[in-house]
């Protein structure tokens, strides 16, 4: 993460990185959900993949901070899946 960090946020301190990487990861599901792509059981590469046909920047943004993350965080990412997946658009519109 350090190398996409220095590319991506080379000013940024700890609170600014982890804002961007939450808005960008959290934008990418939901954009993912909006597409009506299924999230759960579903890697996020993949995830990543099915958005590039018509959002190519996001679905490789998601694909570039997602891939190689640590088993601690995995865990939180996870919860974020199982959040956004359980939204239904259609009750909300």
Request: no cysteine.
């Amino acid at each position: 993460m350090g190398d996409r960090r220095k590319l991506l946020f080379p000013t940024a301190g700890d609170a600014t990185f982890a804002d961007g990487y939450a808005q960008a990861v959290t934008f990418a599901l939901l954009l993912a959900r909006t597409e009506d792509l299924r999230l759960t059981d579903t890697g996020l590469h993949e995830i990543g993949r099915r958005l590039d046909a018509g959002h190519a920047l996001v679905g490789k943004a998601l694909q570039l901070f997602t891939d190689n993350v640590t088993d601690s965080f995995e865990v939180t990412l996870d919860l974020l899946v199982r959040v956004i997946d359980a939204v239904r658009w259609e009750s909300i519109r």
